[in-house]
């Protein structure tokens, strides 16, 4: 695929972040801000996240950089915040799944969610070396102490 065609999309894509970037940030301003609710802030914040990765990947692509590891460990890391501001957004929800409610609306939320996110970026920068073992211990790590958590929210 050429590299015009590329770009189009990328830039299509940033356009469309953007807007829905804006169009949250108005919402919360003229009804979440006065009610005190700030799960459009965080769903915004994880918009914002992935407009950066959407313009990293423009730069990358204009620069013509060769690094893999550069293009894929900031990517990475975008990506991750993403996921990790969606999470944050979780509790501000209204209609949340009846078996998960009582963990999502704990005070232990933070650091479910927090924890593991702090293990994932671990191997970002060992990511040129792909060892797929130390991948699975830290997703295990990760996934232990998440149940802990778990178990400590729910008794």
Request: net charge neutral; charged share 10%.
């Amino acid at each position: 695929m050429n590299v015009e065609t590329i770009l189009f999309y990328e830039w299509c894509q940033f356009a469309a972040c953007l807007f829905s970037l804006i169009a949250l940030l108005a919402i919360w301003w003229h009804i979440g801000k006065k009610q005190n609710e700030f799960g459009q802030v965080w769903l915004a914040l994880s918009i914002l996240c992935w407009s950066f990765s959407i313009l990293a990947e423009v730069y990358f692509t204009l620069s013509n950089i060769q690094s893999n590891f550069l293009v894929e460990g900031f990517g990475s890391v975008l990506i991750l915040l993403n996921s990790l501001f969606r999470l944050l957004a979780l509790p501000w929800f209204r209609c949340l799944p009846k078996p998960i409610v009582h963990i999502i609306k704990s005070p232990y939320w933070l650091y479910i969610i927090g924890i593991p996110f702090l293990f994932s970026l671990l191997p970002i920068p060992n990511k040129k070396s792909n060892h797929f073992s130390d991948w699975i211990f830290l997703v295990g790590v990760a996934g232990l102490t998440s149940l802990i958590l778990l178990e400590v929210v729910t008794n």
